[in-house]
């Protein structure tokens, strides 16, 4: 289930170290107001060894039992705040386990929390991210760890920021950015990154691009478009130090058409402190018009 449809389970990654206490406030803030369930997931880690099934059983028993206290605590905490909440320990590659977990309860979303200091940075983000954007049956939100420190604090009621994208994912990641600014009274950013073809014509797609998508104009919430001229991700980098967003929401492609492995959205994820919510297509969607309702002004 989707933020659109009803997002009713969300997998956070949990390790042992608290980094991820910025996934895990983020997580526990979107099932507050979704009235969803957290599954907390963790897996014994294969790079620190030749190979999970080598790890001896003493040491292994001796990592499970610390994971489990560890989730045992946290999931008892979030129990208390009203949150239905449960634990997944697993053995193998943490990307796949993440996966397995989320389709096994059928979530709308998986958060993973990443050191921060440069963005989440493409050495951190690296393959794990990678495998979730392009596989993941559902959306990923990643959070720096210092995402909220400092210089890199949201200001209070900080915009939902929307990069809009022409792939088939387009439509979904508008719901979703629509339904998190509804859910939490925040105003809808849209970003479009001009083309140089299009700069050259002064053209405003902004002008036209929310109605592309179905974005109505009946008041529900307040939106913003904002035309940035250059690459994308240069653009989007741009905006977030100029609006200074709670999250950043991107349509993702399942294949890059760009050079290398990455594309766009991948980019933003490694440059971006500010917590990023990829979102896949979805066929379901793409064949509806959004139900969400948004203030469009006139250009």
């Not at 449960?86 to 929390?113: F, K, N, P, T």
């Not at 387009?170 to 083309?195: D, K, M, P, Q, Y």
């Not at 971006?272 to 066929?283: D, G, K, N």
């Amino acid at each position: 289930m989707s933020f659109a449809t009803g997002l009713k389970t969300i997998v956070v990654a949990t390790g042992l170290d608290g980094r991820e206490n910025g996934a895990l406030e983020y997580a526990r803030k979107i099932a507050t107001a979704y009235n969803s369930r957290i599954v907390l997931a963790h897996g014994v880690d294969p790079v620190e060894y030749a190979s999970v099934a080598g790890v001896p059983a003493k040491v292994l028993s001796g990592l499970t039992e610390q994971a489990r206290a560890t989730l045992d605590q946290m999931a008892g905490d979030l129990i208390r705040e009203g949150i239905h909440s449960h634990s997944e320990i697993r053995q193998g590659e943490v990307a796949q386990m993440l996966i397995d977990v989320a389709r096994q309860y059928e979530a709308g979303l998986i958060v993973i929390g990443t050191e921060g200091r440069q963005g989440a940075g493409p050495v951190l983000v690296g393959s794990i991210a990678e495998q979730l954007v392009r596989l993941a049956p559902c959306a990923v939100l990643a959070v720096a760890a210092d995402y909220n420190a400092g210089t890199y604090r949201p200001i209070p009621g900080g915009p939902v920021m929307l990069a809009m994208e022409r792939n088939e994912a387009g439509r979904e990641a508008v719901a979703t950015s629509c339904s998190l600014a509804e859910t939490f009274h925040r105003t809808l950013i849209i970003v479009h990154a001009r083309r140089p073809e299009e700069a050259v014509a002064f053209l405003n797609p902004a002008a036209t691009t929310p109605e592309q998508f179905g974005i109505l104009s009946e008041g529900c919430f307040p939106v913003r478009c904002i035309v940035k001229d250059g690459k994308p991700g240069d653009a989007m980098v741009e905006a977030i130090a100029q609006y200074q967003p709670s999250v950043l929401v991107v349509g993702v492609k399942r294949t890059s058409e760009t050079s290398g492995p990455h594309g766009t959205a991948f980019t933003i994820l490694a440059r971006s402190r500010v917590p990023v919510l990829c979102v896949p297509p979805c066929v379901a969607s793409a064949a509806r018009e959004p139900e969400t309702c948004v203030d469009v002004p006139s250009y």
